[in-house]
């Protein structure tokens, strides 16, 4: 376990000093940082406590324990929020954990315990702070879900305004918080295993969810540090960031455009595609087209999800997989990598290629390309 969490730390602060070397910072680059900082204070007082148990060694690590939740859940909702701003109310995040941290500080110090106490709050602890353990171990999880509901969410939004999603769509995000729910999910089954007497050295489970704990944060310091390479969460990947004050998607519960306004909208925006072919562009946004257009950027994404019954996304990926089937079909284009072609067709990766066109077409783009020269 010591080895662990001595890995686990070096690799925090390799990406703490990428984060730190990196310029022209946004507010969740300093969210991060003390992200990573908390992390490895954590780890650290794990190191500490192993080395020499006491009150004093119990208790940071226990406030660095209940101190890291909080921020991550923070910086997750800035990254998914359209203005990239804290919102006061998010401070209940950090009830359950404030009110943890007050506990522990009141019980060990105020009523003065001796030093043989931390031992049996580590091997084993009385009802109340094996309350508070149980229920942490819920609340993260219970909170977890709820911010993949809401990364769902954003993904939903950003295809109504966005061709490309690739470096915005939080996908490393969303699975590091499903493997943070099977960390504490398998934590809470162990520690249960040791309670009932299943499991009978309190190491094994502490063992196991370190290594998985070590894993999971591989996974995140490597695509996030991808990540920060490909995108900049600003307001220029705003949905809102076309100039015009307008709400986000809403499902369109009402229409700003009587029907042939929609209609004639339509038939302005196909023109667009079929005609200028505008679809090349790899990072074609809504906001484009409005500017062209002169209307709203709500009012072009709505037209497109009601008269196409597709969103923005689905819309633009259908003209550049139907250009770069003929692509693969004409004899002349065959000297062309398909990576190539599929540039040409304003996809802007060879992931994001295969991965749109097998959805579409059900076959891979080489797959496809044979079938039409065996035809």
Known sequence: ???????????????????????????????????????????????????????????????????????????????????????????????????????????????????????????????????????????????LIWLLSKLRHYRLTIKQYFSNIEAISLNWLRYFIWVYIGENTLSSLLFLGYDFGYISNIEIPYAITNTVLLLSLFYLIYHGIQQYTLANYSEQNSPNSDGHSEKPLEKYKTSSLSENEMKRLFDQIEQLFEMEQI????????????????????????????????????????????????????????????????????????????????QQEGITPREYQQQAIAS
């Open 279 to 358: 679809f090349h562009d790899s990072e074609l946004k809504v906001q484009h087209i409005a500017q062209r257009l002169d209307v709203t950027g709500h009012n072009v994404s709505q037209t497109i999800n009601q008269m196409a019954q597709i969103s923005f996304y689905e819309y633009v990926n259908k003209f550049r997989v139907s250009y770069f089937k003929d692509l693969l079909k004409d004899p002349h284009k065959r000297r062309f990598t398909i990576l190539a072609l599929g540039f040409e067709s304003g996809f802007n990766s060879k992931a994001s290629l295969n991965r749109i066109f097998k």
């Open 1 to 143: 376990m010591l080895i662990v969490n001595i890995i686990a730390a070096t690799l925090l602060l390799i990406f703490l000093i990428f984060v730190i070397s990196k310029k022209k910072k946004i507010n969740t680059d300093y969210l991060l940082m003390v992200i990573l900082l908390l992390w490895m204070g954590y780890l650290l007082s794990n190191i500490w406590v192993t080395f020499h148990l006491s009150l004093v060694s119990f208790t940071v690590q226990g406030l660095f324990a209940a101190s890291v939740f909080f921020p991550f859940v923070i910086y997750t909702l800035i990254l998914i929020d359209k203005e990239h701003k804290f919102k006061p109310v998010w401070w209940w995040f950090a009830a359950f954990d404030g009110v943890y941290m007050f506990y522990i500080l009141i019980d060990i110090f105020a009523f003065n315990r001796l030093e043989n106490y931390a031992q049996q709050l580590l091997l084993d602890p009385p009802p109340d702070y094996y309350f508070f353990y149980k229920m942490h171990g819920v609340y993260k999880i219970a909170v």
